[in-house]
């Protein structure tokens, strides 16, 4: 018997929780996290092509976001600090990474496997640079959340993030984080436009 279980492992992203190392005021798992990148990767891309005048597919932006992270369904999330603590275990885990998405692949009916593929090898240079802007870019606003519900366990976080945006230098990141990005650290009335809320 064929073992299609492709798309059984992608609605296991649920049972991975994200930011493992740190005390969360709200737990994040995997699916919501793709569903946020693609969000904001799919506005990214948008904001290239209305703002800067670019010739992005917004579409197909959005799906490379959103299955960025289906090989941790073997992988497990790894903390950051683990993932890059030198060479060697950069080098590591994306060996490991190409292992599991060749694992996925073969869980596929053939026929299907060329797309995924090159949905996993993540477009050209400026589609990556996308995705990864939309990838960090949710860390960010996770960093604000807990912050605002009071929780100083990311403070450092955000600051080592926010550097980490700077240097991206990606222009429809830059007029996100200037114009869009605001409304995150307003309340639900503000974002309403001070109506009340039952």
């Not at 490991?96 to 090898?121: D, G, H, M, V």
């Not at 990141?173 to 809320?197: C, N, R, V, W």
Request: proline fraction near 4%; hydrophobic fraction near 35%.
């Amino acid at each position: 018997m064929e073992n299609n279980s492709f798309y059984a492992l992608v609605f296991r992203q649920k049972y991975i929780r994200r930011w493992g190392l740190m005390r969360n005021t709200m737990t994040e798992n995997l699916s919501e996290h793709a569903m946020e990148t693609a969000v904001l990767a799919h506005s990214l891309a948008l904001i290239g092509n209305e703002i800067f005048g670019k010739q992005y597919d917004p579409d197909r932006i959005a799906t490379l976001a959103l299955f960025h992270d289906v090989p941790e369904v073997f992988t497990g999330d790894l903390p950051t600090p683990v993932k890059y603590f030198d060479k060697n275990s950069r080098e590591s885990y994306q060996h490991i990474e190409e292992q599991a998405i060749e694992n996925l692949l073969s869980k596929l009916p053939e026929a299907l496997r060329p797309t995924y593929r090159s949905i996993f090898e993540g477009g050209s240079r400026e589609e990556h640079l996308l995705v990864k802007a939309a990838d960090k870019l949710t860390a960010y606003i996770k960093c604000v959340e807990e912050e605002k519900c009071g929780n100083s366990e990311f403070i450092s976080a955000k600051v080592s993030t926010a550097r980490s945006l700077e240097k991206m230098q990606c222009e429809e990141l830059s007029y996100f984080m200037e114009h869009l990005l605001p409304a995150f650290s307003m309340t639900i009335d503000e974002m309403q436009g001070g109506k009340a809320t039952s």
